[in-house]
């Protein structure tokens, strides 16, 4: 009885690792993910390499390969017919093994709380999700975020469609626009500039102008299409735009 037992167990148990071998054949290859690529009896050949952004690895004598998006099968057999086609082996038989899994990973960069790495899975691949996991935006971020998708960039805004992200990918929290407010403030400094945002706003971040000071009296710098400074009267009805520069002056009396 117990042999018989521990034979049904010891079934289970294969079953489980061909199982698991099976799945991980049939997963496909993605950018960041490490590879080793053995060639049988030609140990000068054995390569271990990033799958880069392009979805690319270097081969000995062959030079680059895609194999992103491909299975592991798939591209131990695309390697061993570029050496038969190039007629540098005749019958060449390509093993392909993961090394390091990272193209179910996202990188989640700048103004976040704790920019890293983050896993994915079915419940986690949404933006808001992974942005969730680093933390939140920090004051400082803006509502948009850039993902860089396929070596192509997309602003993508936080709170809005479900946007869901694949492996492989970065999201940039960039640092949201800012004007300056300087002068008869109560708070000089930068502040965020908000959408539709106009300068009787932008004093209001600032804290309202003080006693001495007069909103018939204020400059505006902004820079040009040279990059150059332009200075203006300021209106308090003005849209505020980013790098925006408000200088409030003392009234005359």
Do not use: C
């Amino acid at each position: 009885m117990m042999k018989r037992i521990a034979a049904s167990t010891f079934r289970s148990i294969l079953l489980l690792a061909f199982a698991a071998s099976a799945w991980a054949q049939a997963e496909k290859l993605g950018v960041g993910d490490a590879i080793r690529v053995t060639v049988h009896q030609q140990p000068d050949l054995t390569t271990d390499a990033r799958i880069n952004e392009r979805g690319v690895i270097p081969m000995p004598l062959v030079g680059e390969v895609q194999v992103g998006g491909l299975s592991q099968a798939e591209a131990a057999a695309k390697i061993a017919a570029s050496f038969k086609d190039g007629k540098y082996l005749k019958d060449p038989q390509v093993a392909v093994a993961v090394t390091t899994v990272r193209s179910r990973q996202v990188s989640v960069l700048g103004a976040v709380t704790r920019p890293g790495r983050y896993p994915l899975d079915d419940t986690s691949s949404q933006l808001s999700d992974v942005i969730a996991a680093a933390g939140g935006i920090s004051p400082a971020g803006a509502d948009t975020v850039l993902v860089i998708r396929d070596g192509k960039e997309e602003r993508v805004p936080v709170l809005g469609k479900p946007y869901k992200l694949k492996g492989g990918e970065t999201v940039h929290v960039e640092r949201a626009p800012v004007f300056y407010i300087y002068g008869e403030v109560a708070r000089s400094g930068a502040y965020r500039v908000e959408p539709n945002m106009t300068v009787m706003q932008a004093i209001a971040a600032g804290g309202g102008i003080t006693p001495r000071g007069s909103d018939r009296r204020m400059k505006l710098r902004r820079p040009g299409a040279d990059g150059k400074l332009i200075e203006t009267d300021a209106g308090l009805r003005d849209t505020v735009k980013a790098d925006d520069v408000i200088f409030v002056r003392e009234a005359l009396f």
